[in-house]
């Protein structure tokens, strides 16, 4: 069991956050949330021993029972497959088994580890700390930069995972569907409730509630007490009645006045009239990663464009736009129709202007003018005033969405709009594509979002031959994403559950040579023969959908 007691954290005499109190039984899963800036990594960084804190007591964490995957992960080996050997005690066919598990090929674990896209650096980043098999796992944003497919593999992986999880996010889907408890990080003070994502707002919002009206209780109590000692206090026949009123004044225990809930609004106004076919694609091809690419969108559609991470379509956003050309095909944009585009990499912010500045020379703005603009963002005082370079992802993310709703264009196009944003952002940004009465085309691995907004789902289907890429032209039925043939997503969980199952029983015999006790010893025998079994009946299984 993990047990904090009390811990608090100061940066100077910054306060990070204050007696943060709770448990964790074995094998539970936990999410982590929270604004930006609320402590959830420094709290993360101090339960795995990195960082100090201030008071308090932790219990239950030993280094050697953590595996780590952090958000940014550092390499320092010359290959992939050196640098799994860099832990400590794992052989070269353990290292390479979980490697292969992962999806990382042969000529792969000869590349370096620092020359990975994101998502492979993250995908690394949990092979190394699986190798240990570790009692805790401990994720910062674990599906940061993976795709909808690797997410879904690490979701299976952790609903079936043994041991305790602990997983700071803001990934919704992942929160719904993985964890069985929520320790939301407000206000210096952290809560943990039961349940996944939708449970959590819930109870939550009930809290609010109930701590609203007990401080407000509280407040028309003081009120009435220092209203009767102001009143009595200089009369001799009640002097000795308003000292008692004082005194219990002094000595009640003040409730804080709970965090405000109310929620940024994002609103992108009503969208101009356009004709109704807003975008026609025809035969597209781009250096061989686009592949006579044909599609169409409807006035008032919202499309999820999905895929597997480097089939293009961050590429296929860029030729739209005009920022890259096609080698060949039509591109073709309907009458009034009037483009917004919000780039994956912020590439259309000047990274040496201020916020303010950046919305003078687009927009012709005042400074009051554009400070009223990104307060409705959230950015206030100073930051609006910093070179944007200097800025947060999630800063650069709501600067870029200003202008967005400053153009006032009746066809967006996002690239992974809701990247680096907290819970609350996220929200905000949903309701707002959800309101917006225009065409929507984004790119997005933020499943709930696509749930949430989109009404039809566009699919890059990953192939080796030079065949057209799909096209799911099912128009005003939400969708959710899907891997395209069904032989290789059996095929894909069949290999996961595999991988999932040996090191299941693997954690069983290393729980067998550490006990003693016999109706244990007992009952871990039973559970590695009904785990031979088990894995025996997945390769069958494999095996048929092989032939």
Same mark, same amino acid.
């Given at each position: 069991?993990?047990?904090?007691?009390?811990?608090?954290?100061?940066?100077? $005499?910054?306060l990070i956050?204050?007696?943060?109190?709770?448990?964790?039984v074995?094998g539970?899963?936990v999410?982590?949330?929270?604004?930006?800036?609320?402590?959830?990594?420094?709290?993360?960084?101090?339960?795995?021993?990195?960082?100090?804190?201030?008071?308090?007591?932790?219990s239950g964490l030993?280094?050697?029972?953590?595996?780590? =995957?952090?958000?940014?992960?550092?390499?320092?080996a010359?290959t992939?497959?050196?640098?799994?050997?860099?832990?400590?005690?794992?052989?070269?066919?353990?290292?390479?088994?979980?490697?292969? *598990?992962l999806?990382?090929?042969?000529?792969?674990?000869?590349?370096?580890?620092?020359?990975?896209?994101?998502?492979?650096s993250? %995908?690394?980043?949990?092979?190394?700390?699986? &190798?240990?098999?570790?009692r805790?796992?401990?994720?910062?944003?674990?599906?940061?930069? !993976?795709?909808?497919?690797?997410?879904e593999?690490?979701?299976?992986?952790?609903?079936n995972?043994?041991?305790?999880?602990?997983?700071?996010?803001?990934?919704?889907?992942f929160?719904?569907?993985?964890?069985?408890? @929520?320790?939301?990080?407000?206000?210096g003070?952290?809560t943990?409730?039961?349940?996944?994502y939708e449970?959590?707002?819930?109870?939550?919002?009930?809290?609010?509630?109930?701590? &609203?009206?007990?401080?407000?209780r509280?407040q028309?109590?003081?009120?009435? &007490?220092?209203?009767? =000692?102001?009143?009595?206090?200089?009369?001799?026949?009640?002097?000795?009645?308003?000292?008692?009123?004082?005194?219990?004044?002094?000595?009640?225990?003040?409730?804080?006045?709970?965090?405000s809930?109310?929620?940024?609004?994002?609103?992108?106004?009503?969208?101009?009239?356009?004709?109704?076919? =807003?975008?026609?694609?025809?035969?597209v091809?781009?250096?061989?990663i686009?592949?006579?690419?044909?599609?169409?969108?409807?006035?008032?559609? %919202?499309? *999820?464009? @999905?895929?597997?991470?480097?089939v *293009?379509?961050s590429?296929?956003?860029?030729?739209?736009v005009?920022?890259?050309?096609?080698?060949? +095909?039509?591109i073709k944009?309907?009458?009034?129709?009037?483009?917004?585009?919000?780039?994956?990499?912020?590439?259309e912010?000047?990274?040496?202007?201020?916020?303010?500045?950046?919305l003078?020379?687009?927009?012709?703005l005042?400074?009051?003018?554009?400070?009223?603009?990104?307060a409705? !963002?959230?950015?206030?005082?100073?930051?609006?005033?910093? #070179?944007?370079? /200097?800025?947060?992802?999630g800063?650069?993310?709501?600067?870029?969405?200003?202008k967005?709703i400053l153009?006032?264009?009746?066809f967006l196009?996002?690239?992974e709009?809701?990247?680096? !944003?907290?819970?609350?952002?996220?929200?905000?940004?949903?309701?707002?594509?959800?309101?917006? /009465?225009?065409?929507?085309?984004?790119?997005?691995?933020?499943r709930?979002?696509? /749930?949430r907004?989109?009404?039809? @789902?566009i699919?890059?289907?990953?192939?080796?031959?030079?065949?057209p890429?799909k096209?799911?032209?099912?128009?005003?039925d939400?969708?959710? #994403?899907?891997?395209?043939?069904?032989? $290789?997503?059996?095929?894909?969980? =069949?290999?996961?559950?595999?991988?999932?199952?040996?090191?299941?029983l693997k954690?069983?015999?290393?729980? @067998?040579? +550490?006990?003693?006790?016999?109706?244990?010893?007992?009952?871990?025998?039973?559970?590695?023969?009904? %785990?031979?079994?088990e894995? /025996?009946?997945?390769?069958?299984?494999?095996?048929?959908l092989l032939?």
């Amino acid at each position: 069991m993990i047990q904090l007691d009390s811990v608090t954290k100061y940066y100077g $005499e910054r306060l990070i956050f204050r007696d943060v109190t709770f448990k964790i039984v074995d094998g539970e899963k936990v999410g982590i949330v929270g604004k930006n800036g609320a402590g959830k990594s420094t709290l993360v960084k101090i339960m795995i021993g990195a960082e100090p804190f201030d008071a308090g007591t932790i219990s239950g964490l030993r280094a050697e029972d953590i595996g780590f =995957v952090e958000q940014t992960p550092r390499f320092t080996a010359a290959t992939l497959l050196d640098e799994m050997l860099t832990v400590k005690g794992v052989e070269k066919f353990q290292a390479r088994k979980i490697l292969f *598990g992962l999806g990382f090929t042969e000529p792969e674990l000869e590349k370096s580890p620092n020359h990975f896209s994101g998502g492979e650096s993250a %995908k690394i980043s949990l092979a190394k700390a699986l &190798l240990n098999e570790p009692r805790i796992l401990i994720l910062d944003e674990p599906t940061n930069h !993976l795709d909808i497919y690797s997410i879904e593999f690490l979701e299976e992986f952790i609903k079936n995972y043994r041991g305790t999880v602990i997983a700071v996010t803001h990934d919704r889907h992942f929160l719904q569907q993985c964890v069985g408890k @929520i320790l939301d990080m407000e206000g210096g003070r952290a809560t943990l409730y039961p349940g996944n994502y939708e449970k959590f707002v819930q109870l939550k919002a009930e809290r609010h509630a109930a701590e &609203l009206k007990a401080y407000e209780r509280q407040q028309e109590e003081i009120s009435k &007490l220092e209203e009767f =000692v102001r009143r009595n206090k200089v009369r001799a026949s009640t002097a000795k009645r308003a000292r008692s009123r004082q005194t219990m004044l002094d000595r009640m225990q003040r409730l804080e006045k709970p965090p405000s809930t109310e929620q940024s609004t994002i609103r992108l106004g009503d969208a101009s009239e356009s004709a109704n076919r =807003v975008l026609i694609l025809e035969g597209v091809n781009f250096k061989g990663i686009i592949r006579d690419f044909s599609a169409e969108l409807f006035k008032g559609e %919202k499309v *999820g464009l @999905i895929g597997r991470n480097g089939v *293009g379509k961050s590429t296929l956003l860029k030729i739209i736009v005009g920022e890259l050309k096609a080698d060949s +095909g039509e591109i073709k944009l309907g009458n009034r129709v009037k483009v917004g585009y919000l780039s994956q990499g912020h590439e259309e912010l000047n990274e040496n202007a201020t916020p303010l500045e950046e919305l003078n020379n687009e927009f012709g703005l005042t400074e009051g003018q554009a400070r009223s603009e990104l307060a409705r !963002l959230n950015l206030f005082a100073q930051v609006v005033e910093k #070179p944007i370079k /200097d800025l947060s992802g999630g800063e650069k993310t709501r600067v870029a969405l200003t202008k967005l709703i400053l153009t006032g264009a009746n066809f967006l196009i996002l690239d992974e709009p809701t990247n680096h !944003l907290d819970l609350p952002a996220r929200e905000a940004i949903e309701a707002a594509l959800q309101d917006f /009465d225009g065409t929507i085309l984004i790119v997005t691995h933020d499943r709930y979002l696509l /749930d949430r907004v989109a009404t039809r @789902i566009i699919e890059f289907a990953e192939t080796t031959e030079p065949k057209p890429l799909k096209d799911d032209k099912t128009k005003g039925d939400k969708k959710k #994403p899907s891997v395209p043939k069904p032989n $290789e997503q059996a095929l894909s969980k =069949v290999e996961a559950q595999i991988k999932m199952a040996e090191m299941e029983l693997k954690m069983i015999e290393h729980e @067998i040579n +550490g006990a003693v006790e016999p109706d244990k010893l007992t009952a871990l025998a039973a559970a590695h023969v009904d %785990k031979l079994a088990e894995i /025996d009946e997945l390769y069958l299984r494999w095996e048929d959908l092989l032939c």
